[in-house]
């Protein structure tokens, strides 16, 4: 795990310069299209391989990053050079976990059995709004495993309020209870 | 029938009715790597020391590894239902143990799931695991024995409740026997004990429960068990978890007695457990804390003060040494933090010597405070007797005959009172047995009796009092000490059996 801390120095450094920049929103949406791109296996291990020289890699890395911010640029470059371009992705949500502590916004990935619809996907978020004091940006994911009701994670916290736990929490007590 | 199936209709209809409940906030993390019974956790932000967590294939887990991005854990039961992946859940708990009465008589794992199959056990209370040993303001001095019925113990290393004595030797000295001994002769006394089986073979702890069934000796008796084919983890938490449940006694203004048998397989558990965790190994690859480790569990032995009730928790820790090195790591350590031990040798026990008790290594830092006033009366002078006559011994290799006649008298008393100190395994002596007996050898009774007859001279010596003399016997259990009537009647009564004899 000395892939996270490494990850993280990287993505603060990034950070500092979009601040000093003012551009820490718009690097976030680059970021991602950068990363999608080198989310393609054959990307990844062409930038990966050592039987590519570092220069070759640095120019395609140029190439790909052409139009973007000269930040984003060097941010590659710099990881490519150290074959660190695996990185990224979790350069890339270390930097958004960054900005969300700034702009004062949590994600908070929501599970439900059917799909919600946008009403409830607001009450949902101003109810967690409320409670955590922040903002709450969702990410709603479909899991019909849960058979009912709904989880929501919010960083390392959950809270389960899914049928599927609640039975499993029954069938132990059942078993375990004494009749006593 | 139906009574019954009505009862379990009814609680069944309390839990679905209550099915559902609260949701609550839950600290999750992810396993990213698992293997040896360690995993490590990513996420867990906030887990604490020690916290409990579970794995969703039902086994819990113990937060020992708080690092900056991970969490490494012990895995108390089979890692192989736990996958990369897994939603680790956080409790907000530490590790606790159900305690109280309902558990003598038992055999139970560490985290106190029954092991002996007479069904689950119903306690009304838990205790935390770990918790902090008792302060000097709510101790007081040790001042009432433990009788262990084992004479040549009670006799020159009297252990005294809430002290720490250590049982040290090679394998197959008779350690785990005189703890045997020791919980066989509470049978009807007021002292509850607690084995506590650490990394040993099942056979082994079955035997135990049994022979302890067999004399009677279950009922005061809870034993906590984490056999060898159990993960380290469990092994680890044991004498924590015994401790804890004798606590309870204690708290209760009760007395009671630990054994944990022992600390050298909990160190080697410990050892295991912290190389996979990947802390920096010490000397003999032990951890850093590895004194803390037996310290801090050693400590939690008391006599409270009558303020808090007054109860006690008596540690009778063992530890298994190599060719009869004490010099090692975990021997020393133990040696350091108890109060005394008590030295077994291989030799002694091979030349039938049995408790192989050497008298000359052990000691007990409590001394005779911790001694009924009768046995301190006859056993004052043993203790020297017996050290003279080691050190004449040597010399009587040579051949007895130039020897001058208090030289000789030495020896023989010597040889009489060695033979005395022989005590068949499962035979603890009860008080009155081992006073009359003691006083007999050391007032010179024994002194014209042969060397190879003194046992069956002991024996029947104690078989002829009871019957004859039990007033006078009865009297040294009541007052656990003998005044000038009863011990004329001992005295009487000896020369009137000698001259049977």
Partial sequence: MAKAPTARRYAQALFALADEKNASEAWLDELREVKMALDDPTVALYLTTPRVPAEEKLAVVTRLCEGRDPMIRNLLGLLASRQGTPLLGAVVAEYESLLNVRLGRVQAEVTTAAPISAEQQQRLRDSLGASLQKTVVLDPREDPEIIGGLVVRVGDQIIDGSVRSKLVALKQRLANESLA | ?501
């Avoid at chain 2, 916290?51 to 108390?76: K, Q, W, Y």
């Avoid at chain 2, 022992?262 to 804390?289: F, I, N, V």
């Avoid at chain 2, 006033?373 to 080691?390: D, I, N, P, S």
């Fill in chain 2, 1 to 501: 029938m139906t009574t019954r199936g009505q009862d379990i209709a009814s609680v069944l209809k309390k839990q679905i009715e209550e099915f559902g409940g609260e949701t609550t906030l839950t600290e999750v993390g992810t396993v990213v790597a698992v293997g040896d019974g360690i995993a490590q956790i990513h996420g867990l932000s906030k887990v604490g020391f020690g916290e409990l967590l579970s794995f969703p294939s039902g086994v819990s887990g113990l937060a020992l590894n708080l690092e900056e991005d991970a969490v490494g854990a012990a895995i108390m039961g089979s890692d192989v239902g736990v996958k990369e992946g897994d939603l680790v859940k956080a409790s907000g708990l530490v590790a606790q143990v159900p305690v109280g009465d309902a558990l003598l008589g038992r055999v139970v794992g560490p985290l106190g799931a029954p092991l002996d199959g007479k069904g689950p056990v119903r306690t009304e209370g838990q205790r935390n695991i770990e918790v902090v040993a008792p302060n000097v303001a709510m101790r007081q001095a040790v001042n009432t024995p433990v009788q262990t019925g084992i004479k040549s113990i009670d006799g020159m290393i009297p252990v005294g409740r809430g002290q720490r004595e250590l049982i040290i030797g090679d394998r197959f000295t008779g350690k785990t026997a005189i703890a045997i001994d020791t919980i066989i002769n509470q049978k009807g006394q007021d002292l509850l004990c607690i084995y506590v089986a650490i990394g040993q073979k099942q056979s082994k702890v079955a035997g135990i429960q049994a022979t302890l069934e067999e004399h009677g000796a279950m009922e005061h008796t809870v034993i906590v068990a984490a056999n060898a084919s159990d993960p380290a983890p469990m092994q680890y938490l044991a004498p924590y978890a015994g401790c804890a449940i004798g606590e309870e006694f204690m708290a209760g203004g009760r007395d009671a007695l630990i054994i944990y048998d022992d600390l050298t397989k909990h160190a080697w558990a410990y050892r295991q457990m912290s190389l996979l965790l990947k802390r920096p190994p010490g000397r003999e690859a032990y951890p850093g804390d590895v004194f803390y480790l037996h310290s801090r569990l050693l400590e939690r032995a008391a006599r409270l003060d009558d303020e808090h009730g007054g109860g006690s928790l008596t540690a009778l820790p063992i530890i298994e040494t190599q060719a009869g090195d004490v010099s090692g790591y975990i021997p020393t350590n133990v040696i350091s933090i108890t109060d005394g031990q008590i030295y077994l040798e291989s030799d002694l026990f091979n030349a039938g010597i049995r408790p192989a008790v050497n008298a000359g290594l052990s000691v007990s830092r409590v001394g005779s405070a911790a001694q009924t006033r009768a046995v301190k009366k006859v056993a004052g002078r043993m203790r020297l007797e017996l050290a003279q006559y080691a050190a004449l011994a040597s010399f009587a290799q040579f051949g007895a005959s130039d020897l001058d006649a208090v030289t000789r008298a030495q020896l023989e008393r010597g040889q009489r009172l060695t033979e005395l100190l022989k005590q068949p395994q499962y035979k603890p002596n009860g008080l009155a047995q081992m006073v009359s007996a003691m006083y007999a050898v050391v007032n010179g009774y024994m002194d014209d009796v042969p060397v190879d007859r003194v046992r069956e001279f002991e024996e029947r010596l104690v078989g002829y009092l009871e019957t004859s003399k039990a007033e006078a016997m009865k009297a040294i259990d009541e007052t656990k000490d003998y005044d000038e009537a009863t011990e004329t009647a001992l005295k009487e009564g000896i020369t009137a059996f000698k001259a049977t004899f």
